[in-house]
């Protein structure tokens, strides 16, 4: 079956535009997580949605940061004014609940690049 | 979360058994150890995870000592595709909304 996908799969973009990185989750799953991984780095969790609740917004670095979840199924990352710093990989993962760690499924990621 | 440490990388034989350790001394009654592993250019993908109990699996075994102080993942017959950064993380199954953190992990390389 499908599994996530993230567009576009490389962006690069110049410093202070901003950019909307797009994740389209397995189907059906409740859940979705957005993290970022720097050259380098391990992998640094930004923002998580569940169902209809809240989503938590814990791990966003700045408030140039935000996210939404339509319809509960697609989820928009957008980063204004970007800056150098913001360069990495950008994951998103869902799963069918927010009970078990071993049913995130990741999609293959956005490459940002800020010149 | 409690920490882990791992290697910064390790090389194994094609065909042989990779032995990945990590240590976690500080893990908590209620904390499970998990593993994952990135193959370059892809997401994070789950391998494995366990209590305090051996676990197997189709695609590896976790070795988890009895004090729980440290664990092995074991690819009993490592091939050139399981080249890729292997993660070992502990945490408890509820709160914090099951969000990951990795740290840098080991660089399996496996080689003919």
């Known amino acids: 079956g499908a599994g996530v996908s993230q567009s576009p799969s490389n962006k690069v973009t110049e410093k202070g535009k901003d950019v909307e990185l797009r994740c389209d989750p397995i189907s059906g799953h409740t859940a979705l997580y957005w993290y970022r991984q720097s050259l380098g780095q391990g992998l640094e969790f930004l923002i998580y949605f569940q169902g209809n609740s809240a989503p938590d917004k814990s791990g966003l670095p700045s408030d140039r940061f935000s996210a939404e979840r339509t319809g509960g199924s697609v989820s928009t990352l957008t980063i204004q004014r970007t800056q150098q710093e913001d360069s990495a990989v950008y994951l998103c993962?869902?799963?069918?609940?927010?009970?078990?760690?071993?049913?995130?499924?990741f999609g293959p990621g956005t490459r940002l690049t800020v010149t | 979360d409690a920490k882990t440490t791992q290697p910064t990388s390790m090389d194994c034989a094609e065909g042989r058994a990779a032995n990945l350790p990590c240590n976690h001394s500080?893990?908590?009654?209620?904390?499970?150890v998990y593993w994952y592993r990135q193959i370059h250019s892809q997401g994070p993908q789950y391998i494995i995870h366990g209590l305090k109990n051996n676990e197997t699996n189709e695609m590896a075994s976790l070795i988890i000592t009895e004090d729980r102080k440290s664990s092995t993942l074991i690819l009993p017959h490592a091939t050139l595709r399981d080249t890729a950064v292997y993660y070992c993380?502990?945490?408890?199954?509820?709160?914090?909304?099951?969000?990951?953190?990795f740290g840098t992990g080991t660089q399996l390389k496996v080689e003919l």
């Open positions: 993380i502990v945490r408890a199954l509820t709160g914090g909304g099951n969000k990951l953190t």
């Open positions: 500080t893990i908590s009654g209620n904390e499970y």
């Open positions: 993962a869902s799963s069918s609940t927010s009970g078990n760690l071993n049913e995130q499924y």
